[in-house]
């Protein structure tokens, strides 16, 4: 669950700092918008907050649970692109069959 809301939260404040950058060179767009969103969304600080958390827990002795917990984590972007991967290959191949004659 973690790596889900991490993940989820990166991707979104990656997507809104393209949709900045793209909309600053628009009439009414600005530069301030771009910066706006590196430092106000809230993909950077959860970002942070997980990783310093995890120094946490791990610069001092800790119960073995936290290596699995964590590891479950990062395997979760792991198992998340796999199935975006899949699912991007069948929508693909739905819409092949569906131009065939």
Do not use: C
Not at 4 to 13: D, H, K, N, Q, Y
Not at 63 to 78: G, I, K, M, N, R
């Amino acid at each position: 669950m973690l790596g889900s809301l991490v993940l989820a939260r990166t991707a979104r404040w990656i997507q809104a700092i393209s949709l900045a950058w793209q909309n600053r060179s628009k009439p009414g767009g600005s530069s301030a918008a771009v910066l706006l969103v590196f430092v106000l969304h809230s993909g950077p600080w959860v970002l942070a907050i997980a990783i310093a958390f995890a120094i946490y827990i791990f610069s001092k002795p800790h119960q073995p649970e936290w290596a699995v917990f964590f590891t479950s984590a990062l395997a979760s972007p792991v198992l998340l692109g796999g199935y975006t991967y899949l699912l991007i290959r069948r929508k693909r191949k739905a819409v092949a069959a569906d131009d065939s004659p």
